[in-house]
């Protein structure tokens, strides 16, 4: 099976007949550097694929493996929805290793499928997190970790040299960047970091195209359009109120609970529009889960009985989630309220699901605080 560009070179080279001496007198390039292709030790510069594809007498497609239809966004989709399961698993280093072996098994089964390559290097970053979130990892220290991140800089290069969605390979630099930071190779993690936007800038390309969709098609089709960068600007501020929460909780937790409750003042608030929900719905049970545990740190009275609260409040949130989800996906006018990445979402919050995140929130309290904290709030 063609499972990488170095194997489709070896293979139509072999195809033609060819020596590695001879493509490479052929490409200018020495036989080595040839060799390091096919065994996929380096790749070939982005310059030298044309070149490359002609002397083999095939198309960039072939080369890239994508003739046999590999890179097929419906199998990306099915193999994301089946690593969400396993990496959302109670035990979250169990889940983190078996994702990132599935992953790894899907990469090799579709080879150059750069959203499957995208999606193992960010469970490569979720398994550094789970080994020790503060930590340091080194080389040497566990086999199979080794085998996961080595892989993952491999496929990692590939999509950053090679795929052409944008969205990927943003993913794939941040997935790296958190790798190498916890590697402490700090020099490597801020390379990729140069690569990322940054939110010092407001001139968003989302926001101009909004107003480009209201010249071109009018103002529904702009209200639609600002409507759906609201949702998707959730994320990032979200997901920044959940680190800064981590990061309070570990090192200031007499902070956590109240950093929390303003963060989570912020969240209700933008849901008073309920389209909303779907992309900070995850966020809210993280952050009820740092200021319970910071309540429950602090170990007062008056904090522990509104730990209690919390969890009874959150318990019925996530309950009360579950039910607009099944009513949400009713709505005759789905597609125009959300968008792919919210309709997923809602898919996948089902009782059963609402039942894993509560054992999940009550995992995490035992593991931070302790099986005596957790029994006084249940």
């Known amino acids: 099976m063609k499972n990488s560009i170095g194997s489709n070179i070896k293979y139509y080279r072999k195809q033609l ?14 036989s080595q550097a040839v060799s390091k292709w096919e065994s996929d030790a380096g790749l070939p510069d982005t310059a030298q694929i044309v070149p490359l594809a ?14 046999q239809g590999n890179y097929d966004a419906v199998t990306a989709a099915k193999v994301h929805v089946k690593f969400r399961e396993l990496r959302s698993q109670i035990d979250k280093k169990k889940g983190a290793l078996e994702a990132c072996e599935y992953l790894l098994s899907e990469c090799e089964a579709n080879p150059l499928n750069f959203e499957i390559y995208m999606n193992f290097v960010q469970s490569v970053a979720n398994l550094s997190r789970n080994i020790d979130p503060f930590g340091e990892y080194k080389k040497g220290m566990n086999e199979t970790y080794d085998k996961y991140f080595d892989e993952a800089l491999k496929k990692s290069v590939q999509v950053i040299r090679y795929c052409k969605e944008e969205d990927f390979v943003e993913k794939t630099h941040f997935a790296l960047s958190w790798i190498y930071i916890h590697c402490k190779e700090y020099e490597k993690a801020r390379e990729h970091i140069a690569k990322l936007p940054s939110i010092k800038s407001n001139m968003l390309k989302e926001s101009i195209l909004a107003k480009l969709e209201g010249f071109e098609n009018g103002v529904e089709a702009q209200l639609k359009a600002q409507h759906n960068n609201s949702q998707l600007m959730c994320l990032p501020f979200n997901k920044e109120f ?10 200031k937790p007499e902070l956590a609970a109240s950093y929390c409750e303003w963060a989570l003042n912020i969240i209700f608030a933008i849901c008073k529009d309920k389209t909303m929900k779907p992309f900070c719905q995850g966020f809210v049970k993280d952050l009820y889960a740092f200021k319970i545990c910071g309540e429950l740190k602090s170990g007062r009275a008056e904090d522990v009985k509104v730990a209690r609260e919390d969890f009874a409040a959150l318990k019925k949130l996530i309950y009360d989630y579950v039910d607009f989800c099944a009513a949400e996906l009713e709505r005759k006018d789905l597609l125009n309220a959300y968008d792919e990445k919210g309709i997923l979402n809602m898919k996948l919050y089902t009782k059963e699901d609402g039942d894993r995140r509560i054992k999940e929130l009550e995992e995490k309290i035992r593991n931070w605080c302790g099986e005596e904290a957790l029994k006084k709030i249940l």
């Open 242 to 251: 959940v680190y800064s929460a981590e990061t309070y909780f570990w090192n």
């Open 54 to 67: 002609k002397v083999l007498n095939i198309s960039t497609d072939a080369l890239f493996g994508l003739e």
């Open 17 to 30: 007949g060819l020596t590695q001496e001879e493509l490479a007198g052929q490409l200018f390039v020495t």
